[in-house]
Protein backbone atom coordinates (compact mmCIF):
# COMPACT_ATOMS: atom_id res chain seq x y z
CA UNK A 1 0.00 0.00 0.00
CA UNK A 2 1.41 3.14 -0.80
CA UNK A 3 1.93 5.59 1.61
CA UNK A 4 -0.41 9.34 1.77
CA UNK A 5 1.75 12.46 -0.34
CA UNK A 6 1.25 15.12 -1.24
CA UNK A 7 0.64 16.04 -4.10
CA UNK A 8 3.82 18.39 -4.55
CA UNK A 9 5.53 15.45 -3.43
CA UNK A 10 3.86 12.79 -5.48
CA UNK A 11 4.87 15.28 -8.73
CA UNK A 12 8.73 15.09 -7.81
CA UNK A 13 8.34 11.20 -7.50
CA UNK A 14 6.91 10.72 -10.87
CA UNK A 15 9.73 13.35 -12.26
CA UNK A 16 12.30 11.07 -10.82
CA UNK A 17 10.76 8.02 -12.06
CA UNK A 18 10.75 9.49 -15.14
CA UNK A 19 14.36 9.98 -15.10
CA UNK A 20 14.55 13.99 -15.14
CA UNK A 21 18.24 15.05 -13.69
CA UNK A 22 17.14 18.45 -14.07
CA UNK A 23 14.24 21.11 -14.06
CA UNK A 24 14.28 24.72 -15.11
CA UNK A 25 12.56 27.30 -13.74
CA UNK A 26 11.84 30.94 -11.94
CA UNK A 27 10.65 30.50 -8.52
CA UNK A 28 7.26 31.98 -7.32
CA UNK A 29 5.00 31.50 -4.43
CA UNK A 30 2.23 29.12 -5.85
CA UNK A 31 4.55 26.41 -6.30
CA UNK A 32 6.38 26.51 -2.93
CA UNK A 33 5.37 23.17 -2.08
CA UNK A 34 7.27 21.86 -5.20
CA UNK A 35 10.12 23.67 -4.67
CA UNK A 36 10.57 22.36 -1.23
CA UNK A 37 9.69 18.49 -2.29
CA UNK A 38 12.65 19.16 -4.81
CA UNK A 39 15.00 20.10 -1.94
CA UNK A 40 14.59 16.30 -0.63
CA UNK A 41 14.93 15.04 -4.10
CA UNK A 42 18.82 15.17 -4.99
CA UNK A 43 18.71 12.93 -8.05
CA UNK A 44 17.25 16.26 -9.63
CA UNK A 45 19.12 19.42 -9.91
CA UNK A 46 17.19 22.64 -9.71
CA UNK A 47 18.26 25.79 -12.33
CA UNK A 48 16.98 28.92 -10.85
CA UNK A 49 16.93 30.93 -14.33
CA UNK A 50 16.46 34.63 -14.31
CA UNK A 51 13.13 35.06 -16.66
CA UNK A 52 11.04 32.50 -17.54
CA UNK A 53 11.69 32.55 -21.28
CA UNK A 54 14.89 31.82 -20.87
CA UNK A 55 14.19 29.07 -18.48
CA UNK A 56 11.16 27.47 -20.71
CA UNK A 57 14.16 27.93 -23.85
CA UNK A 58 17.10 26.06 -21.76
CA UNK A 59 13.97 23.08 -21.12
CA UNK A 60 12.94 23.12 -24.84
CA UNK A 61 16.63 23.14 -25.75
CA UNK A 62 17.62 20.13 -23.06
CA UNK A 63 14.62 18.07 -24.59
CA UNK A 64 15.82 18.79 -28.46
CA UNK A 65 19.39 16.87 -26.92
CA UNK A 66 18.45 14.27 -24.87
CA UNK A 67 15.31 12.83 -26.59
CA UNK A 68 13.44 13.45 -23.02
CA UNK A 69 11.18 15.76 -22.47
CA UNK A 70 12.63 18.94 -20.93
CA UNK A 71 10.55 20.33 -17.86
CA UNK A 72 10.54 24.15 -16.97
CA UNK A 73 8.43 25.25 -13.66
CA UNK A 74 6.55 28.52 -13.94
CA UNK A 75 4.65 30.76 -11.71
CA UNK A 76 1.11 31.79 -12.85
CA UNK A 77 -0.31 34.93 -14.82
CA UNK A 78 2.75 36.99 -15.92
CA UNK A 79 5.25 33.65 -15.37
CA UNK A 80 3.45 31.58 -17.77
CA UNK A 81 3.00 34.40 -20.29
CA UNK A 82 6.58 34.87 -20.21
CA UNK A 83 7.69 31.01 -20.68
CA UNK A 84 5.22 31.04 -23.52
CA UNK A 85 8.18 32.16 -26.23
CA UNK A 86 9.81 28.95 -24.88
CA UNK A 87 6.58 26.79 -25.52
CA UNK A 88 5.94 28.08 -28.94
CA UNK A 89 9.84 26.41 -30.02
CA UNK A 90 8.54 23.29 -28.38
CA UNK A 91 5.26 23.27 -30.30
CA UNK A 92 7.03 24.34 -34.03
CA UNK A 93 10.37 22.36 -33.09
CA UNK A 94 8.29 19.43 -32.46
CA UNK A 95 10.37 18.97 -29.09
CA UNK A 96 9.38 17.10 -26.09
CA UNK A 97 8.57 18.90 -22.58
CA UNK A 98 6.21 19.72 -20.00
CA UNK A 99 5.30 23.16 -18.22
CA UNK A 100 4.58 23.34 -15.16
CA UNK A 101 2.41 25.88 -14.00
CA UNK A 102 1.71 27.45 -10.86
CA UNK A 103 -1.86 28.14 -10.82
CA UNK A 104 -4.82 29.97 -8.39
CA UNK A 105 -6.22 28.21 -5.76
CA UNK A 106 -9.30 26.71 -7.08
CA UNK A 107 -11.27 28.49 -4.48
CA UNK A 108 -11.15 31.83 -6.44
CA UNK A 109 -10.77 30.07 -10.00
CA UNK A 110 -13.25 31.57 -12.79
CA UNK A 111 -13.23 35.15 -10.65
CA UNK A 112 -10.07 36.10 -12.46
CA UNK A 113 -8.22 36.09 -9.14
CA UNK A 114 -5.01 37.40 -9.06
CA UNK A 115 -2.63 36.59 -12.09
CA UNK A 116 -5.59 34.03 -12.90
CA UNK A 117 -5.40 33.28 -16.38
CA UNK A 118 -7.50 29.63 -18.13
CA UNK A 119 -4.47 28.12 -19.47
CA UNK A 120 -6.31 25.64 -21.69
CA UNK A 121 -7.60 28.28 -23.91
CA UNK A 122 -4.53 30.43 -23.58
CA UNK A 123 -2.15 27.57 -24.91
CA UNK A 124 -4.75 25.39 -26.39
CA UNK A 125 -3.63 25.80 -29.60
CA UNK A 126 0.28 25.71 -28.01
CA UNK A 127 0.60 22.60 -26.33
CA UNK A 128 -0.70 19.05 -27.24
CA UNK A 129 -2.45 19.26 -24.44
CA UNK A 130 -3.21 21.78 -20.72
CA UNK A 131 -3.95 18.81 -18.31
CA UNK A 132 -5.20 21.06 -15.35
CA UNK A 133 -4.53 18.91 -12.05
CA UNK A 134 -7.79 19.37 -9.96
CA UNK A 135 -7.30 16.28 -7.76
CA UNK A 136 -4.03 15.49 -5.73
CA UNK A 137 -4.99 11.54 -6.46
CA UNK A 138 -4.86 12.40 -10.05
CA UNK A 139 -1.07 13.55 -9.84
CA UNK A 140 0.82 10.91 -11.06
CA UNK A 141 -2.05 9.64 -13.65
CA UNK A 142 -1.37 13.39 -15.07
CA UNK A 143 2.37 13.52 -15.09
CA UNK A 144 2.67 10.45 -16.54
CA UNK A 145 0.71 10.87 -19.38
CA UNK A 146 2.30 14.56 -20.33
CA UNK A 147 5.22 12.76 -20.73
CA UNK A 148 4.00 9.72 -22.61
CA UNK A 149 1.81 12.33 -25.07
CA UNK A 150 5.20 15.04 -24.93
CA UNK A 151 7.28 11.87 -26.70
CA UNK A 152 4.26 10.16 -28.72
CA UNK A 153 3.80 10.64 -32.49
CA UNK A 154 4.98 14.34 -33.30
CA UNK A 155 6.42 15.18 -30.17
CA UNK A 156 6.13 18.82 -28.84
CA UNK A 157 4.97 20.63 -25.48
CA UNK A 158 2.52 19.39 -22.36
CA UNK A 159 1.02 22.07 -20.40
CA UNK A 160 0.15 20.87 -16.42
CA UNK A 161 -1.50 23.77 -14.45
CA UNK A 162 -0.95 23.06 -10.57
CA UNK A 163 -3.63 24.97 -8.42
CA UNK A 164 -1.06 25.98 -5.07
CA UNK A 165 -4.23 24.39 -2.65
CA UNK A 166 -3.88 21.33 -4.78
CA UNK A 167 -0.12 20.94 -4.08
CA UNK A 168 -0.36 20.11 -0.24
CA UNK A 169 -3.25 17.97 -0.48
CA UNK A 170 -2.98 14.55 0.42
CA UNK A 171 -3.99 11.44 -1.41
CA UNK A 172 -2.69 8.08 -1.66
CA UNK A 173 -1.75 6.26 -4.64
CA UNK A 174 0.49 4.35 -6.78
CA UNK A 175 3.39 5.71 -8.89
CA UNK A 176 3.26 5.95 -12.20
CA UNK A 177 6.35 4.26 -14.61
CA UNK A 178 8.77 5.70 -16.98
CA UNK A 179 7.33 7.07 -20.18
CA UNK A 180 8.78 6.00 -23.62
CA UNK A 181 7.42 6.59 -27.46
CA UNK A 182 5.31 3.93 -28.54
CA UNK A 183 7.10 1.25 -31.36
CA UNK A 184 6.71 3.05 -34.72
CA UNK A 185 8.66 1.64 -37.42
CA UNK A 186 7.56 0.64 -40.77
CA UNK A 187 6.08 -2.42 -42.52
CA UNK A 188 8.50 -4.33 -44.75
CA UNK A 189 5.86 -3.70 -47.08
CA UNK A 190 6.70 0.14 -46.63
CA UNK A 191 10.07 -0.19 -47.04
CA UNK A 192 10.10 -2.38 -50.04
CA UNK A 193 7.50 0.08 -51.61
CA UNK A 194 9.94 3.00 -51.21
CA UNK A 195 13.09 1.27 -52.61
CA UNK A 196 10.81 -0.17 -55.61
CA UNK A 197 10.21 3.73 -56.12
CA UNK A 198 14.00 5.09 -55.39
CA UNK A 199 15.00 2.24 -57.69
CA UNK A 200 12.36 3.99 -60.85
CA UNK A 201 13.19 7.66 -60.51
CA UNK A 202 15.94 9.28 -62.64
CA UNK A 203 16.55 12.37 -60.58
CA UNK A 204 15.19 11.87 -56.60
CA UNK A 205 15.97 13.64 -53.69
CA UNK A 206 16.02 12.74 -50.12
CA UNK A 207 15.15 15.13 -47.39
CA UNK A 208 16.07 14.92 -43.62
CA UNK A 209 14.55 16.58 -40.62
CA UNK A 210 12.79 16.66 -37.11
CA UNK A 211 13.40 15.46 -34.25
CA UNK A 212 13.43 11.68 -33.21
CA UNK A 213 16.39 10.62 -35.05
CA UNK A 214 20.11 8.64 -32.91
CA UNK A 215 23.51 8.81 -33.94
CA UNK A 216 22.80 4.93 -34.80
CA UNK A 217 20.54 5.99 -37.55
CA UNK A 218 22.31 8.76 -38.56
CA UNK A 219 25.74 6.50 -39.32
CA UNK A 220 23.12 4.04 -40.98
CA UNK A 221 21.40 6.48 -43.44
CA UNK A 222 24.80 8.02 -44.27
CA UNK A 223 26.04 4.75 -45.57
CA UNK A 224 23.16 3.87 -47.52
CA UNK A 225 23.30 7.35 -49.45
CA UNK A 226 26.72 7.42 -49.93
CA UNK A 227 25.99 4.01 -51.39
CA UNK A 228 23.43 4.52 -53.12
CA UNK A 229 24.93 8.17 -54.49
CA UNK A 230 21.99 9.84 -53.59
CA UNK A 231 21.56 13.56 -52.96
CA UNK A 232 20.66 15.01 -49.56
CA UNK A 233 18.61 17.60 -48.09
CA UNK A 234 18.56 19.40 -44.85
CA UNK A 235 15.63 20.94 -43.65
CA UNK A 236 15.44 24.41 -42.03
CA UNK A 237 18.09 23.97 -39.15
CA UNK A 238 18.81 20.38 -39.17
CA UNK A 239 22.06 20.12 -40.95
CA UNK A 240 23.71 17.64 -38.65
CA UNK A 241 21.52 14.93 -39.71
CA UNK A 242 24.33 14.51 -42.67
CA UNK A 243 27.97 14.97 -42.33
CA UNK A 244 28.26 18.12 -43.89
CA UNK A 245 31.77 16.65 -45.35
CA UNK A 246 29.90 14.18 -47.11
CA UNK A 247 29.59 14.23 -51.17
CA UNK A 248 25.97 13.40 -50.60
CA UNK A 249 25.29 16.30 -48.44
CA UNK A 250 23.52 19.31 -50.73
CA UNK A 251 22.47 22.02 -48.72
CA UNK A 252 19.54 23.20 -46.25
CA UNK A 253 16.59 24.11 -47.02
CA UNK A 254 15.76 27.30 -44.90
CA UNK A 255 15.64 30.97 -45.28
CA UNK A 256 17.65 32.53 -47.99
CA UNK A 257 17.84 29.20 -49.49
CA UNK A 258 20.45 28.52 -52.74
CA UNK A 259 18.18 29.10 -55.83
CA UNK A 260 20.07 26.05 -57.33
CA UNK A 261 19.51 23.78 -54.47
CA UNK A 262 15.73 25.04 -54.99
CA UNK A 263 15.60 24.24 -58.58
CA UNK A 264 16.96 20.80 -57.99
CA UNK A 265 14.08 19.72 -55.52
CA UNK A 266 11.51 21.62 -57.54
CA UNK A 267 12.77 19.34 -60.43
CA UNK A 268 13.02 16.19 -58.95
CA UNK A 269 10.47 13.37 -59.96
CA UNK A 270 10.90 11.86 -56.27
CA UNK A 271 11.16 13.85 -53.14
CA UNK A 272 11.69 11.01 -50.09
CA UNK A 273 11.28 12.95 -46.83
CA UNK A 274 12.36 11.27 -43.19
CA UNK A 275 10.71 12.94 -40.10
CA UNK A 276 10.65 16.64 -41.67
CA UNK A 277 7.07 18.45 -41.22
CA UNK A 278 7.04 19.98 -44.54
CA UNK A 279 6.67 23.43 -42.71
CA UNK A 280 6.84 26.74 -44.46
CA UNK A 281 10.01 27.84 -43.80
CA UNK A 282 11.56 23.82 -44.82
CA UNK A 283 9.55 24.17 -48.00
CA UNK A 284 10.83 27.59 -49.28
CA UNK A 285 7.09 29.31 -48.68
CA UNK A 286 5.59 25.97 -49.82
CA UNK A 287 6.79 26.40 -53.39
CA UNK A 288 9.33 23.54 -53.78
CA UNK A 289 5.88 21.31 -54.38
CA UNK A 290 2.60 21.96 -55.38
CA UNK A 291 0.04 21.94 -53.43
CA UNK A 292 -1.76 19.73 -52.82
CA UNK A 293 -0.16 17.09 -55.47
CA UNK A 294 3.02 17.55 -55.80
CA UNK A 295 4.37 16.99 -59.30
CA UNK A 296 7.50 14.99 -57.66
CA UNK A 297 6.53 11.64 -56.19
CA UNK A 298 6.49 12.67 -52.40
CA UNK A 299 7.52 9.46 -50.06
CA UNK A 300 6.76 11.43 -46.53
CA UNK A 301 7.85 9.38 -43.48
CA UNK A 302 6.96 10.85 -40.12
CA UNK A 303 5.61 9.83 -36.93
CA UNK A 304 2.90 11.52 -36.40
CA UNK A 305 0.34 10.31 -38.66
CA UNK A 306 -1.92 13.24 -39.04
CA UNK A 307 0.99 15.37 -40.36
CA UNK A 308 0.82 13.34 -43.56
CA UNK A 309 -1.24 14.86 -46.14
CA UNK A 310 -1.75 17.72 -44.04
CA UNK A 311 -0.10 20.19 -46.53
CA UNK A 312 1.10 17.89 -49.54
CA UNK A 313 -0.79 14.79 -50.66
CA UNK A 314 2.24 11.84 -50.71
CA UNK A 315 2.24 9.23 -53.47
CA UNK A 316 3.29 7.08 -50.33
CA UNK A 317 2.86 7.54 -46.61
CA UNK A 318 4.74 6.16 -44.07
CA UNK A 319 4.36 6.06 -40.47
CA UNK A 320 7.44 6.00 -38.75
CA UNK A 321 9.85 7.25 -36.51
CA UNK A 322 12.75 8.55 -38.81
CA UNK A 323 15.06 6.68 -36.93
CA UNK A 324 13.33 3.59 -36.93
CA UNK A 325 12.87 4.47 -41.07
CA UNK A 326 16.20 4.99 -42.05
CA UNK A 327 17.86 1.88 -39.79
CA UNK A 328 15.59 -0.67 -42.00
CA UNK A 329 15.81 1.23 -45.46
CA UNK A 330 19.32 0.90 -44.64
CA UNK A 331 19.44 -2.67 -43.77
CA UNK A 332 18.74 -3.70 -47.19
CA UNK A 333 21.67 -2.18 -48.46
CA UNK A 334 22.25 0.22 -51.11
CA UNK A 335 19.62 1.14 -54.49
CA UNK A 336 21.40 1.37 -57.53
CA UNK A 337 19.82 4.36 -59.43
CA UNK A 338 22.80 5.69 -61.27
CA UNK A 339 22.37 9.23 -59.89
CA UNK A 340 26.19 9.95 -59.66
CA UNK A 341 25.93 12.99 -61.77
CA UNK A 342 22.81 14.53 -60.75
CA UNK A 343 24.36 14.02 -56.52
CA UNK A 344 27.59 15.65 -58.36
CA UNK A 345 26.48 18.88 -59.48
CA UNK A 346 23.77 19.02 -56.60
CA UNK A 347 26.87 18.76 -54.02
CA UNK A 348 29.07 21.34 -56.70
CA UNK A 349 26.14 24.01 -56.30
CA UNK A 350 26.37 23.43 -52.81
CA UNK A 351 30.37 24.11 -52.10
CA UNK A 352 29.58 26.81 -54.99
CA UNK A 353 26.87 28.67 -52.42
CA UNK A 354 28.87 28.27 -49.18
CA UNK A 355 32.67 29.37 -50.57
CA UNK A 356 34.04 31.89 -48.62
CA UNK A 357 33.38 35.35 -49.76
CA UNK A 358 34.93 38.68 -48.65
CA UNK A 359 32.64 41.39 -46.83
CA UNK A 360 32.92 45.04 -46.11
CA UNK A 361 34.78 45.76 -43.07
CA UNK A 362 37.87 44.56 -40.77
CA UNK A 363 35.79 41.87 -39.65
CA UNK A 364 35.35 38.68 -42.00
CA UNK A 365 33.54 36.56 -40.63
CA UNK A 366 34.04 33.53 -43.85
CA UNK A 367 37.76 33.71 -42.30
CA UNK A 368 36.57 33.21 -38.64
CA UNK A 369 33.65 30.54 -39.03
CA UNK A 370 37.01 28.69 -41.54
CA UNK A 371 38.92 28.84 -38.40
CA UNK A 372 36.30 28.06 -35.72
CA UNK A 373 35.81 24.26 -38.27
CA UNK A 374 39.78 24.27 -38.75
CA UNK A 375 40.35 24.01 -34.82
CA UNK A 376 37.75 23.36 -32.57
CA UNK A 377 36.33 19.69 -32.11
CA UNK A 378 34.29 18.02 -34.44
CA UNK A 379 31.47 17.84 -31.72
CA UNK A 380 31.37 21.27 -30.51
CA UNK A 381 27.50 22.22 -29.93
CA UNK A 382 26.81 25.50 -32.07
CA UNK A 383 23.55 27.44 -30.68
CA UNK A 384 21.82 30.72 -32.15
CA UNK A 385 18.61 32.46 -31.96
CA UNK A 386 17.23 34.20 -34.77
CA UNK A 387 18.55 36.86 -37.05
CA UNK A 388 20.67 37.85 -39.78
CA UNK A 389 23.57 37.18 -38.29
CA UNK A 390 22.90 33.35 -38.27
CA UNK A 391 23.65 33.40 -42.16
CA UNK A 392 27.84 32.85 -41.61
CA UNK A 393 27.03 29.98 -38.63
CA UNK A 394 24.13 28.25 -40.63
CA UNK A 395 26.11 29.01 -44.78
CA UNK A 396 29.35 28.71 -43.89
CA UNK A 397 29.78 26.47 -40.78
CA UNK A 398 30.26 22.75 -41.66
CA UNK A 399 28.30 20.60 -39.32
CA UNK A 400 30.41 17.61 -38.93
CA UNK A 401 28.08 15.55 -35.78
CA UNK A 402 24.44 14.57 -34.87
CA UNK A 403 23.34 16.79 -32.08
CA UNK A 404 25.57 19.89 -32.79
CA UNK A 405 23.19 22.08 -34.20
CA UNK A 406 20.55 23.62 -31.44
CA UNK A 407 18.90 26.20 -32.99
CA UNK A 408 15.26 27.39 -33.35
CA UNK A 409 13.32 26.43 -36.32
CA UNK A 410 9.72 28.85 -35.27
CA UNK A 411 12.45 31.30 -35.47
CA UNK A 412 13.00 33.09 -31.85
CA UNK A 413 14.70 35.55 -31.54
CA UNK A 414 16.97 35.32 -27.73
CA UNK A 415 17.35 31.24 -27.93
CA UNK A 416 20.91 30.83 -28.33
CA UNK A 417 22.04 31.83 -24.79
CA UNK A 418 19.53 29.42 -22.89
CA UNK A 419 19.85 26.43 -25.64
CA UNK A 420 24.10 27.10 -24.88
CA UNK A 421 23.20 26.54 -20.85
CA UNK A 422 20.94 23.51 -21.82
CA UNK A 423 23.92 22.43 -24.63
CA UNK A 424 26.50 22.61 -21.63
CA UNK A 425 24.09 20.69 -18.80
CA UNK A 426 22.94 18.10 -21.34
CA UNK A 427 26.72 17.24 -22.73
CA UNK A 428 29.41 19.23 -20.22
CA UNK A 429 32.17 17.69 -22.03
CA UNK A 430 31.55 18.91 -25.34
CA UNK A 431 32.31 22.87 -26.49
CA UNK A 432 29.53 25.17 -26.79
CA UNK A 433 29.60 27.85 -28.77
CA UNK A 434 26.49 30.12 -28.96
CA UNK A 435 26.67 32.50 -32.04
CA UNK A 436 24.10 35.78 -31.17
CA UNK A 437 23.34 39.33 -32.61
CA UNK A 438 23.26 42.30 -30.58
CA UNK A 439 19.84 42.81 -30.53
CA UNK A 440 18.89 38.81 -30.41
CA UNK A 441 21.66 38.92 -27.13
CA UNK A 442 19.77 41.22 -25.24
CA UNK A 443 16.60 39.25 -25.30
CA UNK A 444 18.08 36.79 -22.87
CA UNK A 445 21.62 37.58 -21.74
CA UNK A 446 20.89 37.84 -18.42
CA UNK A 447 20.73 34.06 -18.16
CA UNK A 448 24.47 34.55 -17.76
CA UNK A 449 24.30 35.09 -14.43
CA UNK A 450 22.88 31.37 -14.51
CA UNK A 451 25.66 30.53 -16.58
CA UNK A 452 28.09 31.84 -13.95
CA UNK A 453 26.32 30.55 -11.00
CA UNK A 454 26.72 27.27 -12.80
CA UNK A 455 30.55 27.74 -13.86
CA UNK A 456 29.46 26.65 -17.33
CA UNK A 457 31.85 27.56 -19.85
CA UNK A 458 29.74 28.25 -22.74
CA UNK A 459 31.37 30.98 -24.96
CA UNK A 460 29.24 33.27 -26.98
CA UNK A 461 30.14 34.90 -29.90
CA UNK A 462 27.66 37.91 -30.20
CA UNK A 463 28.03 39.97 -33.63
CA UNK A 464 27.60 43.51 -33.47
CA UNK A 465 26.49 45.78 -35.91
CA UNK A 466 24.55 47.97 -34.34
CA UNK A 467 21.09 46.81 -35.86
CA UNK A 468 18.02 44.35 -35.99
CA UNK A 469 19.88 43.49 -39.57
CA UNK A 470 16.91 41.27 -40.81
CA UNK A 471 14.15 43.85 -40.34
CA UNK A 472 16.49 46.25 -41.60
CA UNK A 473 17.28 44.49 -44.71
CA UNK A 474 13.30 43.77 -45.43
CA UNK A 475 13.00 47.71 -44.76
CA UNK A 476 15.57 48.67 -47.42
CA UNK A 477 14.37 46.47 -49.46
CA UNK A 478 10.27 48.39 -49.30
CA UNK A 479 11.18 51.61 -47.53
CA UNK A 480 15.17 52.15 -48.98
CA UNK A 481 16.80 54.70 -46.63
CA UNK A 482 13.65 55.17 -44.39
CA UNK A 483 15.44 53.65 -41.25
CA UNK A 484 12.59 53.10 -38.31
CA UNK A 485 13.06 51.49 -35.69
CA UNK A 486 15.80 49.30 -36.63
CA UNK A 487 18.69 51.28 -35.27
CA UNK A 488 20.33 49.65 -31.64
CA UNK A 489 24.10 51.03 -31.94
CA UNK A 490 22.85 54.51 -29.78
CA UNK A 491 20.94 52.35 -27.54
CA UNK A 492 23.41 49.43 -26.76
CA UNK A 493 25.71 48.62 -23.81
CA UNK A 494 29.33 48.11 -23.33
CA UNK A 495 28.88 44.52 -23.88
CA UNK A 496 32.31 44.02 -22.96
CA UNK A 497 31.72 45.40 -19.41
CA UNK A 498 28.28 44.12 -19.31
CA UNK A 499 29.41 40.65 -19.30
CA UNK A 500 32.16 41.71 -16.74
CA UNK A 501 30.06 42.30 -14.64
CA UNK A 502 28.64 38.97 -14.55
CA UNK A 503 31.75 37.17 -13.92
CA UNK A 504 32.00 35.97 -17.26
CA UNK A 505 35.43 37.23 -19.42
CA UNK A 506 34.84 39.43 -22.12
CA UNK A 507 37.03 40.75 -25.01
CA UNK A 508 35.88 43.13 -27.85
CA UNK A 509 37.43 41.68 -31.30
CA UNK A 510 37.63 44.78 -34.36
CA UNK A 511 40.24 42.90 -36.57
CA UNK A 512 39.77 39.18 -38.20
CA UNK A 513 43.42 38.68 -37.44
CA UNK A 514 42.74 39.31 -33.85
CA UNK A 515 40.09 36.53 -33.19
CA UNK A 516 42.11 33.55 -32.41
CA UNK A 517 44.33 35.07 -29.77
CA UNK A 518 40.71 36.65 -28.32
CA UNK A 519 39.18 33.24 -28.01
CA UNK A 520 42.17 31.63 -26.82
CA UNK A 521 41.90 33.80 -24.09
CA UNK A 522 37.77 33.16 -23.81
CA UNK A 523 38.53 29.71 -23.90
CA UNK A 524 40.99 29.67 -21.07
CA UNK A 525 38.02 30.82 -18.48
CA UNK A 526 36.52 28.95 -16.02
CA UNK A 527 33.20 29.87 -16.96
CA UNK A 528 31.40 32.01 -19.58
CA UNK A 529 32.63 33.71 -21.97
CA UNK A 530 31.76 36.81 -24.30
CA UNK A 531 33.40 38.09 -27.26
CA UNK A 532 31.93 41.03 -29.01
CA UNK A 533 32.77 40.99 -32.77
CA UNK A 534 32.19 44.22 -34.01
CA UNK A 535 30.96 44.02 -37.64
CA UNK A 536 30.84 46.69 -40.34
CA UNK A 537 26.87 47.98 -40.63
CA UNK A 538 27.47 47.39 -44.28
CA UNK A 539 27.76 43.73 -43.94
CA UNK A 540 24.23 42.73 -44.09
CA UNK A 541 24.38 39.77 -45.92
CA UNK A 542 27.10 37.84 -47.38
CA UNK A 543 24.92 38.28 -51.39
CA UNK A 544 24.65 42.14 -50.77
CA UNK A 545 25.65 45.04 -48.90
CA UNK A 546 23.17 47.32 -47.43
CA UNK A 547 24.34 49.91 -49.72
CA UNK A 548 23.34 47.51 -52.50
CA UNK A 549 19.89 46.34 -50.85
CA UNK A 550 19.00 50.16 -50.52
CA UNK A 551 20.41 50.78 -54.09
CA UNK A 552 18.28 48.36 -55.85
CA UNK A 553 15.53 48.92 -53.94
CA UNK A 554 15.37 52.28 -55.48
CA UNK A 555 15.81 51.43 -59.34
Known sequence: MTAPRTAARILVDQLVLQGVDRVFCVPGESFLAVLDALHDSPQIELVTCRHEGGAAMMAEAYGKLTGRPGVVFCSRGPGASNASSGLHVAWQDSTPMVMFIGQNPRDVLTREGFQEIDYRRMFGTQAKAVLQLDDAARTAEYVTRAFQLALSGRPGPVVIPLPEDVLSDTATVADGRR???????????????????????????????GPGWTAEAVAAFRGFAEASDLPVVASFRR???LDNLSPSYIGEIGLGVNPKLAETVQTADLLLVIGAR?????????????????????????????EIGHVFQPAIGVVSSPAAFALALAADGPVAGGWGALRAKARADFEAWTAPRVSPGAIQMCEIMGWLDANLPEDTIYTNGAGNFTVW???????RRFGTQVAPICGSMGYGIPAALAAKFARPAATVICIAGDGDFQMTCTELATATAHRL????LILNNGM????????ERHYPGRVSGTDLAAGNPDFTAFASAY????ERVERTEDFAAAFARADAHDGPAVLEIMIDPEALTPAATLSQIRAAALK
Open 179 to 209: SAAPISGPAPAAIAAVRAALAEASRPVVMLG
Open 239 to 241: QDL
Open 278 to 306: LGEIGTNGYTIMETPCPRQRLIHVYPGPD
Open 393 to 399: LHRFHRY
Open 457 to 460: KIRV
Open 468 to 475: LGTIRMHQ
Open 503 to 506: GAYA
